[in-house]
């Protein structure tokens, strides 16, 4: 019977939700990985920063695997992955050119209820982007109107 195998870190972020990106990547890649010391960093964040910020662990006998994961990250090998998710925020293609290189946007109405009810307030909400902008004419249109 061998000894436990303890958790090594790997990574050490900022933002905690930095570190649950990269702790979701490597839990798609089958490495099993912790985030530590996130509640620092939502409740005290300098002493989150005094104790090396948010961290990733993984099991010792995963630490090869990890960094390798860690390393295509920082080398965008998995930027473009986000590009296959997109569509789904639209409502098809761009009603002038056709193309499906679409970036969601919040109306203008969203933007000014977002600001006054921050500054008066100190409200936020998740607005709805309900419109989109093509990237390759710049069109912009309301999905929700799109016939």
């Given amino acids: 019977m061998s000894?436990?195998?303890?958790?090594?870190?790997v990574a050490s972020f900022r933002d905690p939700w930095e570190a649950h990106i990269?702790?979701?990547?490597?839990?798609?890649?089958d490495v099993l990985a912790f985030v530590i010391h996130e509640n620092h960093a939502w409740m005290n964040?300098?002493?989150?920063?005094?104790?090396?910020g948010v961290k990733i662990q993984v099991p010792a006998g995963s630490i090869d695997s990890a960094l390798q994961i860690l390393a295509a990250v920082k080398a965008g090998k998995y930027a473009d992955v986000l590009e296959d998710y997109e569509p789904v925020f639209d409502n098809g293609p761009c009603p002038r050119c056709t193309s499906?290189?679409?970036?969601?946007?919040f109306s203008v109405r969203d933007r000014i209820s977002l600001?006054?009810?921050?500054?008066?307030?100190?409200?936020?909400?998740p607005a709805q982007r309900s419109w989109n902008r093509c990237r390759n004419c710049h069109n912009i249109w309301n999905r929700e109107l799109k016939a």
């Fill in 45 to 52: 964040w300098p002493i989150s920063l005094a104790l090396g």
């Fill in 115 to 125: 600001v006054i009810l921050f500054l008066f307030f100190g409200i936020t909400y």
């Fill in 3 to 9: 000894g436990p195998n303890p958790l090594v870190t």
């Fill in 22 to 29: 990269v702790r979701g990547r490597l839990n798609a890649e």
């Fill in 100 to 105: 499906l290189s679409l970036t969601p946007k």
